[in-house]
Structure formats: C-alpha cells, structure tokens
C-alpha cells in the first residue's frame, strides 16, 4: 500500500462543492469514481479544503491509499483521461504514509474577485461577484489591516460552524484593483466555514460606504456573526494556493 | 421609428453563434426574442461582426428600429432584466436612422488566447485553448509581423466564405504572455471567415517549431487555404473591440 496525493483543480459551478453527498455530483465523488475505475478497487480520496458548492479551486489537495503499482508522479496523466473536463489533476506524488492534508501545517491563499462597472460581464458570471455599486478601494484596505494576524474571528463564521475554536490567524490580506475586478487575497493557516466570504461580504461594506473601515474592530470584538457583513456570493470565490510547511 | 444601436457582451459557449438558425439557440434569436416581448413589436436585430459557435464578445454591436418611446441609452437596463446571463448589454443609445454596423468603417479587435502549460485548467476552459507543447512566443511574434499591413488573405480564410476580395488590412497584430496564458491580439477593418482563427492555429505552429517564422510569407503568397495552418478552437476567441471611425 501507498499513499499518493493530488493536487486538484477545479470549476466548482457544476459541483455541489468538495464533500460527498448523497445523489449530488461534488468534486470527491468524481475522484473516488475516477479513481475507483482506474484501479478497480474502491478507493476514497481525503480532501484537505471542503470547499462550498460553487467555489473553485486551483489547487485544492487529495490523498487516497492504494495498492496500484502505478508510480505516483502518473496519476495525473492517467486521472486526466477519466475526470470530467471541470476537473483536472495538476500533479500527483507518492507521500509519507500518515500524511493527512489535514492534520498538518499548511497555508492557504484564497481569492475572491469582485466585478465592479455598470454592467455585469458574461464571460465573468461564474469567476467574480458582481455588482455596479463604486466600491472604494482605499477604504477596503484600510478595513482589510484590521483583520490581518491572529484575531477570534467568531463574527466571521457562519453559526452551522462546529469549530472548537474561532480563533485564526491571518498572514496576509490584500485589497487590489485588477482592471474592472476588485481581488482580495487572504492567506491563513486554516479558515472558519465562510470565513473568507464573510470577509468579503464585510470589506464591500466599507467599500460601499455604509460602514466605516474602522469599525472592523468592533466587529471582531463583539464575536456574533450578528456583527459582520452579509456572505458574500461563492462564485466569486477560489483557492489559489496551497503551501505544506 | 428610430434606430437603437446596442453593444452586447456575451459567452459563447451555449450559443450557436451570432446568426438566427432555425430551431437553435442563437445571440441574435435571444436579442430578438427580448426586445420583442419588451416592446410588444416584431423586432428584428441586425449584429455587426457575426461570431461563430463557442466566440465570446465584450462589444459586438446590432441595431434596431422601433416606434417604442423609450430612450435610446434606457434600453440597456431593460434588456437586461429579460436576457439569459450569458448576454449582457454594455450601452445602448439612438443612432442616425440609416446607420448600418457592417456598412461603415470600423475597427474590430479580438483577442486569441492559448493556455500554454502541463495541465489543462478548469476555469479556463471555456476562454482559452488548451496545448501543453511549450510555444516560443518570439517565434510567434516574428511570424506575426509577416501579417501586418495590407494583404490578399486568401489563405487565411475558410474556403466555405463567400467574400468578393480577400484583400484586408491587419492595423495591429501583437502576441503576449501573460501568465501562462499566450494572448494574440488583432486589429483590422474587417476579417474574412475564419481568418483569426486561421492566423492564430498558424502563428501556433510557428511557436511550436513545426514551420519558420519567415514562413509567412509564403504562406501569403500562396492564396490557398491549404498552405496555412489549421482554424484553432473557437473557445480561444473574444471580441474585445469594436471602434466606428
């Protein structure tokens, strides 16, 4: 037996997310199909993001143990060929036999992109939010500085969370303008459910106008959802980056 | 009556094309059946540039004539609120009663882009063409200054176009990297059937070592379909530009 990991990317638009479900089509069914096809053995992959339905990937992690003797660095190749056109492998490799993505230290880069002009661009729909109110960035960023380090971040968790705890920390979290998009990158060692679209959700609050970048502060402060902005729509949303330190 | 000039965005991924054809989902039947329903008149659409199949346009340009009172700069919004989202309309004025967007002199641009690494990537599927054989963009680029100018383009155009003269002017014709992504960017007065297609499957092969760039010329030279490379994808092409001079 071996352990092999994958890294996955993905357009999440026709996916009900990363997580099995019963009679929905999500990223981990289509793997473990895959997967269970190649090898003809009943394989079952371990994600390391559960993204949500809608939310895309660059570079969201896989592991799955096999007794194939197929050279970890082909499964890329061979996967390719079976997954359905939305998904596709971007590399593979044989890991440690008790890697769990997991169960280890890593940080991950998030992006949501946010379409900001008069009217919403077609070829955008399923990458970037849209909306035709000015967001000003400016004050974005100055909102964004508040949350950067490590913060309890109870009023960015949607209430569904069974997190022990709420505290995280927030590496790096930048605000810029990419022609007509507004991008807001995040990087964290791990994040609560909707954390990063809550963050967006809140930071366009302050882009908008009708909440001061200041009042981040409180809004951290006060640990209840209650306090924060609205949850930001997924398709905006991709994991960019996944590091293992 | 009067005449309302749109610009009109769209993903071409789900639509056959541009130009009504019987029982399929079009550009133009979408624009004819919104307009009709929201003006309770038979409306007929004329496009300027009629893209093919899985194109995808930020600013192709059709009028119309109505007795409708609506101002001409309010049909945008609603059109909008009745077009399925893959059409979206830019702008929207009145414009001179005889003016006709193919009989006039105009500029068009489109860009081409080829996502040029090891894997293909989801979110990119739809806008770029995929090819993981590493392309020289210096080759490309030296090939496509053979292209610039006043030139008999019959080679570069599919022999099912009916077109009197094959003789057109490329103003610009430029090939960058950005990212991993190869963006060949044209501009011209007008483009035979195919002929963007035809120079970007050709500029590709230039990339990739199979011909010299110096080749061009020849390949010029020859006014006959055969001597070029193949029409590249559909998927890879957009609209980006469209200026009345």
Redesign the interface.
């Known amino acids: 037996m071996k352990r092999v990991m994958l890294v996955v990317?993905?357009?999440g638009s026709a996916c009900h997310g990363w997580q099995l479900q019963p009679g929905k089509r999500t990223v981990e069914s289509e793997l473990n199909y895959a997967l269970s096809e190649l090898l003809k053995e009943e394989i079952q992959v371990t994600g390391a993001s559960r993204t949500d339905s809608g939310v895309?990937a660059?570079c969201n992690v896989a592991v799955f143990d096999t007794a194939s003797r197929i050279p970890g660095e082909k499964f890329?190749y061979a996967l390719?060929q079976r997954l359905p056109?939305?998904?596709?492998?971007?590399?593979s490799r044989e890991v440690a036999p008790d890697f769990h993505p997991r169960h280890c230290d890593s940080r991950k880069t998030y992006e949501y992109r946010i379409l900001n002009r008069?009217?919403?661009?077609?070829?955008r729909?399923?990458?970037a939010y849209f909306t035709y109110t000015p967001l000003d960035v400016e004050k974005m960023k100055r909102a964004a500085a508040f949350l950067v380090g490590e913060h309890d971040f109870a009023s960015f968790c949607s209430v569904s969370s069974s997190a022990v705890s709420t505290v995280r920390r927030i590496y790096e979290l930048t605000v810029e303008k990419e022609g007509d998009e507004i991008v807001i990158r995040v990087c964290g060692s791990g994040f609560l459910y909707n954390m990063v679209r809550i963050i967006a959700g809140t930071l366009m609050e302050a882009g908008r106008g009708s909440r001061s970048p200041e009042e981040m502060a409180d809004i951290l402060a006060a640990k209840n959802r209650c306090a924060a902005g609205p949850t930001a729509p997924a398709c905006g949303l991709?994991l960019v980056k996944y590091e293992f330190l």
């Open positions: 990317a993905y357009d895309h660059l890329s390719n056109e939305d998904i596709r492998i971007q590399s008069e009217f919403p661009l077609p070829t729909r399923l990458y991709t």
